[in-house]
Nanobody
């Protein structure tokens, strides 16, 4: 099993940047495909980005492509989400997730491990 703890959320103005971090503990970090999801007020949790075990491939939702970058440091057991050009519609609770599947799913059901979430608020 793996435990996940997110950090880095906060309040930022539109056009600004934030970097989220998710530290994993437990089983070997490089064993897991990692992803970020988010849940905006009144909406379902949605896929944001994912990264393969080695970090060699990344995947993004269309809504964040070109603005967000997911990366990982297996030596530090950490996955990151760099968020640039933030928009008010990016306001949400952001969750880190892990899966033992080889390819990153884009649905929440594909992930068995979740962090507690970190709030990101983008003001206009």
């Amino acid at each position: 099993q793996v435990q996940l703890v997110e950090s880095g959320g906060g309040l930022v103005q539109a056009g600004g940047s934030l970097r989220l971090s998710c530290v994993a503990s437990g089983r070997t970090f490089s064993y897991y495909v990692m992803a970020w999801f988010r849940r905006a007020p009144g909406k379902e949790r949605e896929f944001v980005a994912a990264i393969t075990r080695s970090g060699g491939s990344t995947f993004y939702a269309d809504s964040v492509k070109g603005r967000f970058t997911i990366s990982r440091d297996n030596a530090r057991n950490t996955v990151y989400l760099q968020m640039n050009s933030l928009k008010p519609e990016d306001t949400a609770v952001y969750y880190c997730a892990a899966t033992e599947l080889l390819q990153p799913p884009r649905t929440r059901g594909g992930y068995g491990y979740w962090g507690q979430g970190t709030q990101v608020t983008v003001s206009s």
